[in-house]
Nanobody, 127 residues
């Protein structure tokens, strides 16, 4: 069974930076990887996605220009670099693999389009 593991969460001040990591029990080379987040009392929402061949990266409007998704194949890790953090970025962050076809990011970040999830890592943006 595929296991995704997120790490790198923590407390960051507004305007600060944090880098989240997503690794797995299998090679991630052949999979698109997405990042989602869920704030207390809110629904889980998509944040960003990267295609398996890095041919495309996608961001929701509320993180464009602040977050960057990238992949290091040598480390079998997908990163989410968070810059200019805002208190509204406070949430548990999850990485996920889309359902078939798993190599490309789906046209939408609907939860039903993703089938494998990590356990999440908490990010808190506060002074």
């Amino acid at each position: 069974q595929v296991q995704l593991v997120e790490s790198g969460g923590g407390l960051v001040q507004p305007g600060g930076s944090l880098r989240l990591s997503c690794t797995a029990s299998i090679t991630l080379d052949y999979y698109a990887i997405a990042w989602f987040r869920q704030a207390p009392g809110k629904e889980r929402e998509g944040v960003s996605c990267i295609n398996s061949d890095d041919s495309g990266t996608f961001y929701e409007d509320f993180v464009k220009g602040r977050f960057t998704i990238s992949r290091d194949k040598a480390k079998n890790t997908v990163y989410l670099q968070m810059n200019s953090a805002k208190p509204t970025d406070t949430a548990v962050y999850y990485c996920a693999i889309p359902l078939y076809p798993a190599t490309y990011c789906p046209s939408s970040m609907a939860l039903t389009k993703f089938g494998t999830w990590g356990q999440g890592t908490q990010v808190t943006v506060s002074s």
